[in-house]
T-cell receptor, first 115, second 112 residues
């Protein structure tokens, strides 16, 4: 049973550039959420995708955008990168129809460094 | 006030002891509660979920929830050096929202 997979695992970008991160959810899951985790902090919710639509968004600027494909995989795009965007980006998958008792499982993350 | 608060630690316990990790939350609408373990440089790994008041046991782990006090805890019995990690408390308000709100984590050190 394939777990949540993310790519790439590490990435170095220059300020002002754009980046795309990818996530494939756990088999059987239909919902993908993205989180940003700065060093020493807990993950912060960016947004969630279900049925190819953004369903909920955290307190992140419009530079952060995403997409979900028909196979439930997802992309996170960040434009005009800032040094402060350097973080571990985590994708979590879950099953929307599982009701209240649904658990979220994380991929291994993408470590983004902006220089 | 942070939505989910945890003592950052480090919490240091000897091998074989019980480690007690605590978490408080501010949103009374929170209905689902989770503990994740995160090793340095790795992603969070789900170890426990709890949805109703009381205790839930899974192996060496026990989660405790008290919604009236807005308090959730994790007990680790017979702590092992391999339990040394950061433990993240996460809560979710299940009223159509599925986002998890995390605390900053408690770093646990189990001394051999």
């Amino acid at each position: 049973d394939a777990g949540v997979t993310q790519s790439p695992t590490h990435l170095i970008k220059t300020r002002g550039q754009q980046v795309t991160l990818r996530c494939s959810p756990k088999s059987g899951h239909d919902t993908v959420s993205w989180y940003q985790q700065a060093l020493g902090q807990g993950p912060q919710f960016i947004f969630q995708y279900y049925e190819e639509e953004e369903r909920q968004r955290g307190n992140f600027p419009d530079r952060f955008s995403g997409h979900q494909f028909p196979n439930y995989s997802s992309e996170l795009n960040v434009n005009a990168l800032l040094l402060g965007d350097s973080a571990l980006y985590l994708c979590a998958s879950s099953l929307q129809g599982a009701g209240a008792n649904t658990e979220a499982f994380f991929g291994q993350g993408t470590r983004l460094t902006v220089v | 006030q942070k939505e989910v608060e945890q003592n950052s630690g480090p919490l240091s316990v000897p091998e074989g002891a019980i480690a007690s990790l605590n978490c408080t939350y501010s949103d009374r609408g929170s209905q689902s509660f989770f503990w994740y373990r995160q090793y340095s440089g790795k992603s969070p790994e789900l170890i426990m979920s709890i949805y109703s008041n009381g205790d839930k046991e899974d192996g060496r782990f026990t989660a405790q929830l008290n919604k009236a006090s807005q308090y959730v805890s994790l007990l680790i019995r017979d702590s092992q050096p391999s339990d040394s990690a950061t433990y993240l408390c996460a809560v979710r308000v299940d009223t159509g929202r599925r986002a998890l709100t995390f605390g900053s984590g408690t770093r646990l050190q189990v001394q051999p």
